[in-house]
T-cell receptor, first 112, second 110 residues
Framework: SQQGEEDPQALSIQEGENATMNCSYKTSINNLQWYRQNSGRGLVHLILIRSNEREKHSGRLRVTLDTSKKSSSLLITASRAADTASYFCATDSIQGAQKLVFGQGTRLTINP | DTAVSQTPKYLVTQMGNDKSIKCEQNLGHDTMYWYKQDSKKFLKIMFSYNNKELIINETVPNRFSPKSPDKAHLNLHINSLELGDSAVYFC?????????FGPGTRLTVL
């Protein structure tokens, strides 16, 4: 069964605005990761947040994790045209630490 | 230099044929994976090898057979291709927990 589910499925904003994407999951996890996929390319790791962390920052990225609600959010501040891509959350469960389960992704479009 | 490489990038073939996709990583990682991404962008793990040993084998038809000649290579052989096999196949490697993905192989079965 699908573990992560992203919301919204598609998001279109103006350059300079902030973009927020959400992810929900079903089982207990070790870590939650966010990946970016540019059109026609492989996935690129962005940021990882551990199950005992609540918030993490990396450059213009901010990730939150709420294990009680089994949800995470990815915030991209001051968006740029180059941020246009699909964004996926991925979880690894306590039972299968090396097995990542991906959501269906949020397609983000930044309009210049 | 490319960290995780796959060949070919595109593969167009007829139903019933047998084809292989090759993957190589130069990161020194112990674990490699095959994923399938369907037309709706849903990415699902198929197989995982750790140091040449199969550790994850999801519900994948027997027509799909991975082979790991050494820990830097993980190839995927597909027998008797079907229309539903059309997808993008990604190889990845990991030293856990972060995974590094190859550029993908777009397989089209006609």
């Amino acid at each position: 069964s699908q573990q992560g589910e992203e919301d919204p499925q598609a998001l279109s904003i103006q350059e300079g605005e902030n973009a927020t994407m959400n992810c929900s999951y079903k089982t207990s996890i070790n870590n939650l990761q966010w990946y970016r996929q540019n059109s026609g390319r492989g996935l690129v790791h962005l940021i990882l947040i551990r199950s005992n962390e609540r918030e993490k920052h990396s450059g213009r990225l901010r990730v939150t994790l709420d294990t009680s609600k089994k949800s995470s959010s990815l915030l991209i501040t001051a968006s740029r045209a180059a941020d246009t891509a699909s964004y996926f959350c991925a979880t690894d469960s306590i039972q299968g630490a090396q097995k990542l389960v991906f959501g269906q992704g949020t397609r983000l479009t930044i309009n210049p | 230099d490319t960290a995780v490489s796959q060949t070919p990038k595109y593969l167009v073939t007829q139903m019933g044929n047998d084809k292989s996709i090759k993957c190589e990583q130069n990161l020194g990682h112990d674990t490699m994976y095959w994923y399938k991404q369907d037309s709706k962008k849903f990415l699902k793990i198929m197989f995982s090898y750790n140091n040449k040993e199969l550790i994850i084998n999801e519900t994948v038809p027997n027509r799909f057979s991975p082979k790991s000649p050494d820990k830097a290579h993980l190839n995927l052989h597909i027998n008797s291709l079907e229309l539903g096999d059309s997808a993008v196949y990604f190889c990845a490697s990991s030293q856990a927990p972060e995974q590094f993905f190859g550029p993908g192989t777009r397989l089209t079965v006609l």
